[in-house]
T-cell receptor, first 112, second 114 residues
Framework: QQQVKQSPQSLIVQKGGISIINCAYE??????FPWYQQFPGKGPALLIA?????SEKKEGRFTISFNKSAKQFSLHIMDSQPGDSATYFC???????????FGTGTKLQVIP | NAGVTQTPKFQVLKTGQSMTLQCAQD?????MSWYRQDPGMGLRLIHY???????DQGEVPNGYNVSRSTTEDFPLRLLSAAPSQTSVYFC?????????????FGDGTRLSIL
């Protein structure tokens, strides 16, 4: 049972464009929603995270939008750059990190 | 600061062989975990530990054993390797188990079972 559904599986965006990745969850006990960025041959690294009491969080070109009633959250990458090309994972957690559930990942390619 | 170090980076095994994937962290983190990453499946939690001497099962624990004798080390043992265990394995650690503590991942061990 996939508790966190992520889409799209892959995404190609022109340099300077907006990349949007969506996630939906089922378990209402989730109270922490991080996004991880993974480059080829490397482990995932925390990019940005949000709690459900906030509808939006922005860090530089990266923004998380959160819709608690719809049980959905999304990552927006503004002014996408070739260096943003990576795989992005959404995740949801409750009760601490030992209960983090990851989405299936989105491979983003930003073309010049 | 090395962070989370995983060894080996690559390994090929034959079905039925056993091996240990090593994970060490130098950040004095309480929480350590093992994930496997498979295409289209994301990261799935195998086992985790909230401190030395304390381990518990994650989502996909079958075929794997762990132990935590020190804060720094958290090895993952494959008892009798099977082709279904072909995957990329990631070890992660965090300072605590509260949800505002980010997980730090190693660079993975790529394991093939023939």
């Amino acid at each position: 049972q996939q508790q966190v559904k992520q889409s799209p599986q892959s995404l190609i965006v022109q340099k300077g464009g907006i990349s949007i990745i969506n996630c939906a969850y089922e378990n209402t006990a989730f109270d922490y929603f991080p996004w991880y960025q993974q480059f080829p041959g490397k482990g995932p690294a925390l990019l940005i995270a949000i709690r459900p009491d906030v509808s939006e969080k922005k860090e530089g070109r990266f923004t998380i939008s959160f819709n608690k009633s719809a049980k959905q959250f999304s990552l927006h990458i503004m002014d996408s750059q070739p260096g943003d090309s990576a795989t992005y994972f959404c995740a949801a957690g409750s009760g601490g990190y030992q209960k983090v559930t990851f989405g299936t990942g989105t491979k983003l390619q930003v073309i010049p | 600061n090395a962070g989370v170090t995983q060894t080996p980076k690559f390994q090929v095994l034959k079905t039925g062989q056993s091996m240990t994937l090593q994970c060490a962290q130098d950040m004095n983190h309480e929480y350590m975990s093992w994930y496997r990453q498979d295409p289209g499946m994301g990261l799935r939690l195998i086992h985790y530990s909230v401190g030395a001497g304390i381990t518990d099962q994650g989502e996909v624990p079958n075929g794997y054993n762990v132990s935590r004798s020190t804060t720094e080390d958290f090895p993952l043992r494959l008892l009798s390797a099977a082709p279904s265990q072909t995957s990329v394995y990631f070890c992660a650690s965090s300072y605590g188990t509260s949800s505002n503590q980010p997980q730090h991942f190693g660079d993975g061990t790529r394991l093939s079972i023939l």
